[in-house]
């Protein structure tokens, strides 16, 4: 019940870009997405509710298409600090508030 | 800001002990939430709470329990702890509402011998 996220690994050199997919097989009431660092916890990037709607965060947007239940975040310009590991988390439609979070994507950026 | 605060960082056991886990924020949010995370397999929901005394079954829910008893501590139980629970703990909180974000604590790492 874990959403898919694609690619499981991606390594960009600064400045290059990048997308992250996530995929659920059930109707979702959001999407957030999350980076963690190294020994640190996941910090919150941003949310993106049902609807269809896109959002920016710097050089760091999202956009979430309801009927196929998939979200794709897009980092354009990579720096070096975005380097981490990307969840998705998913609210199922239905379960409450129950929370679900996919496997990650590990984004790696060298200089 | 939000805190979430979880008991200890570092944390070994034995086979078969009872093991607590625990967690406070300090943000009165109504929804907290337990989670495993070992390498490859991301987060997995282990129990969740949306008030006090309610709790919900989350994707591996076997092997533990959960108690809420006052709204910013949740507990995570090890009844009889095995090496196969040896991994990363997470615990996070969310409001309710258009901002759910979570919050996480920053993790107890469980070895279980």
């Known amino acids: 019940q874990q959403p898919v996220q694609s690619p499981q690994a991606v390594i960009l050199r600064e400045g290059e870009d990048a997308v992250i997919n996530c995929s659920s097989s059930?109707?979702?009431?959001?999407v957030h997405w999350y980076r963690q660092k190294h020994g640190e916890a996941p910090v919150f990037l941003m949310i993106l509710l049902k609807g269809g709607e896109q959002k920016g965060h710097e050089k760091i947007s999202a956009s979430f298409n309801e009927k196929k239940q998939q979200s794709s975040l897009y980092l354009t310009a990579s720096q070096l600090s975005y380097s981490g590991t990307y969840f998705c988390?998913?609210?199922?439609?239905?379960?409450?508030?129950?929370?679900?979070f996919g496997k990650g994507t590990r984004l790696l950026v060298k200089p | 800001d939000v805190k979430v605060t979880q008991s200890s960082r570092y944390l070994v056991k034995r086979t078969g002990e009872k093991v607590f886990l625990e967690c406070v924020q300090d943000m009165d949010h109504e929804n907290m939430f337990w989670y495993r995370q070992d390498p490859g397999l991301g987060l997995r929901l282990i129990y969740f709470?949306?008030?006090?005394?309610?709790?919900e079954k989350g994707d591996i829910p076997e092997g533990y329990s959960v108690s809420r008893e006052k709204k910013e501590r949740f507990s995570l139980i090890l009844e009889s702890a095995s090496t196969n629970q040896t991994s990363m703990y997470l615990c996070?909180?969310?409001?309710?509402?258009?901002?759910?974000?979570?919050?996480f604590g920053s993790g107890t790492q469980l070895s279980v011998l």
């Open positions: 988390g998913t609210r199922p439609l239905g379960q409450g508030f129950s929370f679900i």
């Open positions: 709470s949306y008030d006090v005394k309610m709790k």
């Open positions: 059930k109707a979702l009431y959001s």
């Open positions: 996070a909180s969310s409001s309710t509402g258009y901002n759910e974000k979570l919050f």
